[in-house]
């Protein structure tokens, strides 16, 4: 009779696990395979790369096109008021805040491509409701296929198992959910 007792047991766990966990990984298999040809190719990390240059140059060609204004308009002054140290200073303070609004226009444009690299993201799948969710989903499942085959043990040792099916199958949602962001 133990004997019996016995692979009623594994029966419900090997029914939990056909219904919880293999279609967990399977999911994540199939996935990971689809996914491997783009996996060594960041496309869309090329046309980030690209763009910040594109944004890079321009601002260095703007800086240039600044200098050369204030350098245009630094000697009409000379020519206009004629060399003073009144003029000089008042040339000095127009180069040093010319440098500031330069500094300044480097570090928003640094913060910018910074941001647009960053990866700050929300995983909607990765919330402790879902995690619960899909525990409890798997515990249920095994324990009525451990209900049905071994009784009141066999319910014990499937939801167990089939809590630790569910808890497997929501990681696997996150981590799609993460690759698929890093993919973009």
């Not at 016995?6 to 990984?25: E, R």
């Not at 009144?86 to 444009?109: G, K, Y």
Request: proline share 1%; net charge neutral; charged share 30%.
């Amino acid at each position: 009779m133990s004997h019996s007792g016995f692979s009623k047991l594994i029966g419900a766990a090997a029914l939990a696990i056909a219904f919880v966990v293999l279609p967990a990984i399977a999911g994540s298999s199939v996935a990971l395979a689809q996914g491997g040809f783009y996996r060594g190719r960041d496309f869309c990390d090329d046309d980030l790369r690209d763009h910040q240059k594109r944004e890079k140059r321009r601002q260095i060609r703007h800086e240039r096109d600044e200098r050369e204004a204030l350098r245009d308009h630094q000697e009409e002054e000379y020519y206009r008021y004629g060399d003073s140290d009144e003029l000089r200073h008042h040339q000095q303070h127009e180069r040093q805040e010319l440098r500031e609004h330069q500094r300044d226009e480097r570090d928003d444009l640094h913060d910018h491509q910074h941001s647009e690299r960053r990866d700050d993201y929300y995983n909607p799948q990765a919330t402790t409701g879902k995690a619960v969710g899909r525990t409890a989903a798997g515990a249920g499942i095994g324990a009525l296929a451990g209900a049905l085959i071994g009784g009141g043990k066999g319910a014990a040792i499937g939801a167990v198992i089939g809590g630790a099916g569910g808890y497997i199958y929501h990681q696997q949602k996150v981590n799609n959910q993460r690759d698929r962001w890093y993919r973009r």
